[in-house]
Nanobody, 121 residues
Framework: VQLQASGGGLVRPGGSLRLSCAAS????????MGWYRQAPGKQRELVAA????????NYADSVKGRFTISRDNAKNTVYLQMNSLKPEDTAVYYC???????????????WGQGTQVTVSS
């Protein structure tokens, strides 16, 4: 299983970016897909996640109202639309997925390679 993330870059404060992450390989189901971020000198933190069963979404308080997570289940892809970006959003963003390889398998955590988002004037 691989998670391939894309869409990072440099943007001015107030600007927008859209991150994408596609899961590939052989697996039975994806239970959760989401995004984490890690700024220099800080711990990795949850940004947003979406749970397959029920479609529940969760956001960090710091991004509520500015970021939107969505999924295309047919493409096994999760997106993060980031609007009204602030310098404090600068971080490496990591795609995360909780995936079940088989019907009777336990779910496992998978990570993408990380994509840099820099918000600066």
């Amino acid at each position: 299983v691989q998670l391939q993330a894309s869409g990072g870059g440099l943007v001015r404060p107030g600007g927008s970016l859209r991150l994408s992450c596609a899961a590939s390989g052989r697996f039975f189901s994806i239970d959760v897909m989401g995004w984490y971020r890690q700024a220099p000198g800080k711990q990795r933190e949850l940004v947003a996640a979406t749970i397959t069963s029920g479609g529940t979404t969760n956001y960090a308080d710091s991004v509520k109202g500015r970021f939107t997570i969505s999924r295309d289940n047919a493409k096994n892809t999760v997106y993060l639309q980031m609007n009204s970006l602030k310098p404090e959003d600068t971080a490496v963003y990591y795609c995360n997925a909780v995936i079940r390889l088989g019907l009777l398998s336990n779910s496992r955590n998978y990570w993408g390679q990380g994509t840099q988002v820099t918000v600066s004037s």
